[in-house]
């Protein structure tokens, strides 16, 4: 039987569920206010549960591995369906967070950093793209769990 996670991890895991719940719902002022709550929240928290969401997904989608290809599928899917019902989706974020979630991005220090809200929402459009109208609860609680394990590991 696990633990309850500390509030902090329930509040983080809350907003991550209502931004992809709001997107998966193509429901713009949900999404908006979803996105503006995420990115009140330690932005690299929030990116570590939502990159390892998208991680999880991905090697569940392609468990065979992910080729080019693929990543690009992945990326025009999620642009495209995403333009529809919220015209701001930048394919740049999609890009260096589907990088990120596989570790394979390379940051330029000359660039501008992206927002926090920036990221909070493109990364809700991912999950919720990624997801297909399945609940992203049972992926963040893995994540959640995934993460407490290898910190209880890694301490002396």
Known sequence: MSRPFPPAVRAI????????????????????????DLAGLDPQQVGLVVGGVVRVLLEEQHADGLTGDD??????????????WWPPVDANVIVVL??????VHQFDDDAAPLSAAAMARHGAL??????????AAPYV????????????????
Do not use: H, M, W, Y
């Open 98 to 103: 589907l990088t990120g979630a596989l570790g």
């Open 71 to 84: 990543i690009r599928g992945v990326l025009e899917r999620c642009v495209r369906t995403a333009a529809r």
């Open 13 to 36: 895991a809350t907003k991550i569920e209502a931004a992809v719940a709001a997107a998966q719902a193509q429901d713009v002022d949900a999404f908006e206010q979803a996105g503006n």
């Open 126 to 135: 991912l999950t919720a793209d990624l997801l297909s109208g399945r609940a």
């Open 141 to 156: 609680q893995a994540v959640f769990a995934d993460i407490a394990r290898s910190e209880t590991i890694e301490q002396p």
